[in-house]
């Protein structure tokens, strides 16, 4: 049972632009929402969080949204840049610090 | 390197061996989880454990894999008689005791393990 789900694989922008990563989950119990980017051959790092009781957490060109009522984060990153390029795997905790991965979404960014 | 330290980080095996793959979590950290991402899928949950205790094991196959991180030492995941099927990176993570700090998971560079 797929608890949270990234639902494109795969997503394209050209640099500059504004790139938009969407999550969705099932459980509500999750206080806690991360996003970690991993490049090939090496560990996921984090990127961002945000906890349940916000909408919206901001750091630099990123930024998570919260909609708690659709079940539904997003991650935007603007400006977009190539150095972006990686895979975006959204992540949510639940209480006893278990944590929950989506199966990822690779972002290209296009010079 | 005060970071998750994972070895080997490429392991070869043949099928019917064993694999032992090890992980130091960061200083201060307690508590270790391990992930497995086969070949073009996500990160899915194996193993939570904490020092002397698994918290979790709901994700781990229930034959040939067991976990364990002792008292002293790094935390090990073992696979008995590998199968092609094991081949995979293994990632391990570490965060600090529930309640300290805002929560996140410290990933490994990842042990890749190909089973010929």
């Known amino acids: 049972d797929q608890q949270v789900k990234q639902n494109s694989p795969s997503l394209s922008v050209q640099e500059g632009r504004i790139s938009i990563l969407n999550c969705d989950y099932t459980?509500?119990?999750?206080?806690?929402f991360l996003w970690y980017k991993k490049y090939p051959a090496e560990g996921p790092t984090f990127l961002i969080s945000?906890?349940?009781?916000?909408d919206k957490n901001e750091d630099g060109r990123f930024t998570v949204f919260l909609n708690k009522s659709a079940k539904h984060l997003s991650l935007h990153i603007v400006p977009s840049q190539p150095g972006d390029s990686a895979v975006y795997f959204c992540?949510?905790?639940?209480?006893?610090?278990?944590?929950?991965f989506g199966t990822g979404t690779s972002l290209t960014v296009i010079p | 390197n005060a970071g998750v330290m994972q070895n080997p980080r490429h392991l070869v095996r043949r099928r019917g061996q064993e694999a032992r793959l090890r992980c130091s979590p960061m200083?201060?950290?307690?508590?270790v989880y391990w992930y497995r991402q086969l070949p073009e899928e996500g990160l899915k949950f194996m193993v939570y454990?904490?020092?002397?205790?698994?918290?979790?094991e709901s994700g781990m196959p229930k034959e040939r894999f067991s976990a364990e991180f002792p008292k002293e030492g790094p935390s090990i995941l073992r696979i008995q008689q590998v199968v092609r099927g094991d081949s995979a990176a293994y990632f391990c993570?570490?965060?600090?005791?529930?309640?300290?700090?805002?929560?996140?998971?410290?990933f490994g560079e990842g042990s890749r393990l190909t089973v010929l």
């Open positions: 454990l904490q020092k002397e205790n698994i918290i979790d």
């Open positions: 993570a570490s965060s600090p005791r529930p309640g300290q700090g805002p929560g996140e998971l410290f």
């Open positions: 992540a949510a905790r639940r209480s006893g610090n278990q944590f929950y």
């Open positions: 200083k201060g950290h307690s508590h």
């Open positions: 459980n509500s119990m999750f206080d806690y």
């Open positions: 945000i906890s349940s009781i916000k």
